[in-house]
């Protein structure tokens, strides 16, 4: 009986499920969240852009309010605070002037008369170009001619504040990659002492964003020269001027992070450099990346999903699955490589029953992930393609009332009682039965 009771017990105490799979009634509404935090070596986070599109026509580009960004270096270290992209035109003015022979107004640079000219100079401004990108193409007039309009005025032998100069891309490749260059034509701001890095002696510097016209570029130039009085050398700490600019970035690596909210509908999730008024040149842009997490739906604490675990022991296995992992384009011979990413998406919920009560614990979406690499034509992107599934997993805890448990161990006592007495009285017959037949034999 006790052997018996303690079955019985132990069944009631162990919780059992059932697994079904029914059509997506979700509480979430239509929209899913994507939470992630990847790593681009080779991704600056000036041009660094998250776009979200999917089949019903949706095309959201260059996310910023849900996401931050990070420089990091080759190893994946942060180099600085948090890296802010700010506010930029949709539209960026450009001069009518046609781009006839006239006298270069800027001072062409290598590495070693960069390096020069760099520490000589209170401000240096640094128009980044390539000879291919259209861009470029249409600063070039500009921009030689505010340079001769600036030299005039600030003369470099005599006042020695500020100097206007290029460099070319295509044949200083290692300073332009040693500055960060990514997309053409970056037009980068020097300024001398106050910004020197104790590490290697690089200097910080900013990009400028404004238009690209002559009168602005010149308007520009004087606003930096103003804040730095002539006979007085010292290096200037503060900038004071109203320049379209922002800090540029540190290293030529970006760590992303943040989340994006989309339609629960096949679509994709695109992270790549992106710019309406600058070129990039595909054959060096590399995508290669490091998921540090990539999850769907609201965030499962640890705590919860330990408890659910007693239920259902392998639940979270599929949930950031693509954690930790590194896809890296070793194929540095091959230009135009995008990495893709194909995720199914399905989802489990987890319902425990209370008295009369459903009761929700958990809404935890799964996935599988298959990864590729593939050449394009199109600039190379990182593309995450998700698709969820319309089925849902439902697992239901099936528990036991207290009445049904008390009936079993009722039934158990009354019927190791009724066992008992048959076998009882089979016992006794069977002695009554066999003293008799020795009685009879005696006789």
Request: with cysteine; hydrophobic share 35%; net charge negative.
């Amino acid at each position: 009986m006790m052997f018996l009771f303690g079955m019985e017990l132990n069944d009631y105490l162990t919780v059992s499920t059932t697994t079904s799979i029914v059509v997506d009634n979700s509480s979430d509404g239509d929209f899913l969240r994507i939470d992630f935090n990847i790593s681009f070596p080779a991704l600056s986070c000036e041009f660094a852009s998250v776009d979200v599109s999917d089949v019903l026509g949706t095309n959201r580009l260059n996310i910023t309010k849900t996401i931050r960004k990070f420089s990091i270096d080759p190893d994946l270290r942060p180099t600085g605070a948090e890296f802010h992209s700010g506010p930029l035109p949709h539209y960026i003015k450009h001069g009518d002037e046609v781009d006839e022979e006239t006298n270069e107004g800027s001072v062409a640079l290598n590495s070693a008369s960069f390096d020069k000219l760099l520490h000589q100079y209170q401000i240096l401004v640094v128009n980044f170009y390539a000879p291919w990108c259209y861009w470029s193409t249409r600063l070039k007039p500009s921009w030689e001619k505010a340079a001769k309009i600036i030299k005039q005025r600030y003369d470099p032998e005599v006042d020695g504040r500020i100097l206007l100069a290029k460099v070319d891309c295509t044949e200083e490749v290692d300073l332009c990659r040693r500055n960060h260059i990514q997309g053409y034509p970056s037009i980068r701001i020097f300024r001398k002492g106050s910004d020197v890095r104790e590490t290697h002696g690089h200097h910080e510097h900013e990009s400028y964003y404004g238009d690209r016209d002559t009168d602005t570029l010149v308007k520009t130039m004087e606003d930096l020269v103003d804040s730095i009085p002539q006979e007085d050398q010292k290096i200037a700490l503060e900038d004071k001027s109203n320049v379209t600019k922002r800090p540029a970035p540190l290293s030529g690596g970006c760590r992303i992070e943040g989340y994006v909210r989309v339609k629960k509908v096949p679509g994709n999730l695109i992270i790549s450099a992106r710019s309406g008024s600058h070129s990039f040149d595909a054959s060096k842009m590399n995508m290669s990346h490091v998921i540090s997490h990539l999850s769907f739906g609201k965030t499962v604490s640890p705590q919860v999903l330990n408890d659910v675990k007693r239920l259902i022991p392998y639940l979270g296995r599929s949930h950031d699955k693509l954690n930790g992992r590194s896809f890296i384009n070793h194929r540095d011979l091959d230009a135009n490589v995008t990495i893709e990413h194909y995720l199914q998406v399905v989802k489990t919920e987890v319902v425990t029953t209370k008295s009369s009560h459903d009761h929700r614990i958990i809404e935890e979406y799964e996935y599988t992930a298959h990864s590729s690499l593939a050449q394009s034509v199109y600039i190379p992107v990182a593309k995450f393609h998700f698709e969820l599934s319309p089925m849902q997993v439902l697992v239901t805890e099936d528990s036991k009332s207290f009445s049904h448990f008390l009936t079993n161990v009722c039934a158990i006592i009354g019927g190791v009682f009724t066992v008992a007495g048959i076998l009882d009285s089979i016992f006794h017959n069977t002695i009554r039965l066999m003293k008799k037949v020795e009685i009879g034999k005696n006789y």
